[in-house]
């Protein structure tokens, strides 16, 4: 798909069909969430991909009340930050490093007709905490973002202009 396309089309799903998501392209999306720019080339992420129903149900308790279309998705992929790779001048980078490889996995999966929507945990600390126990993850990966995947129960590809000219300033404010 045409980038400026996938951009203008995409749109957060929360409703899915019950088909799965072949690992062929698991393997896709992660690939375009390792294919980011990162601070100093560090490459600060982590993903698990949680496949079972129900730990499905369980991430999503543990992430909050906005985090119920994990309970149909064929899939979640938390997206963390790896601490044992910042770098002590900027520590905080890891948190963009999560966020562009997040963004360039929706992309991804919608270029292959996969819908998805992206669950914020980081920086609640609760959800933090919550997610990091029920995975079981280790001290040093902090969960920042969780992506519900699947096919969307109703498929849409109607373009949208989001530009807004006031939010715009060239040269000086
Ligand atoms: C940091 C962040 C946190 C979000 N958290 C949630 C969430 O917990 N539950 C949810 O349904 N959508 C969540 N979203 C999705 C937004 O609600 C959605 O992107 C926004 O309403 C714009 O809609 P669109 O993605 O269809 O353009 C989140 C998005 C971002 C960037």
Excluded at 51 to 64: D, F, P, Q, S
Excluded at 147 to 154: H, Q
Excluded at 156 to 165: A, I, K, P, Q, V
């Amino acid at each position: 798909m045409d980038t400026l396309k996938a951009l203008a089309t995409r749109k957060s799903v929360r409703s899915f069909t019950d088909e799965g998501i072949c690992f062929e392209d698991i393997k896709r999306i992660l690939t375009a969430g390792m294919s980011g720019p990162s601070c100093v080339n560090m490459r600060m992420w982590s993903f698990v991909v949680v496949r079972n129903k129900e730990l499905l149900g369980k991430l999503a308790v543990a992430n909050g009340i906005y985090a119920a279309p994990l309970r149909g998705a064929a899939l979640g992929i938390l997206v963390c930050g790896d601490l044992e790779r910042i770098i002590p001048e900027e520590p905080d980078f890891w948190v963009v490093d999560a966020s562009i490889a997040a963004q360039n996995m929706v992309l991804a999966a919608h270029d292959l007709g996969i819908g998805s929507v992206w669950l914020g945990c980081w920086p609640a600390e609760d959800r933090v905490q919550e997610v990091k126990e029920l995975l079981k993850l280790p001290e040093t990966i902090v969960p920042h973002t969780i992506l519900a995947l699947g096919y969307p129960e109703k498929p849409n590809m109607t373009e949208r202009d989001l530009y807004e000219s006031d939010r715009v300033h060239f040269d000086e404010w």
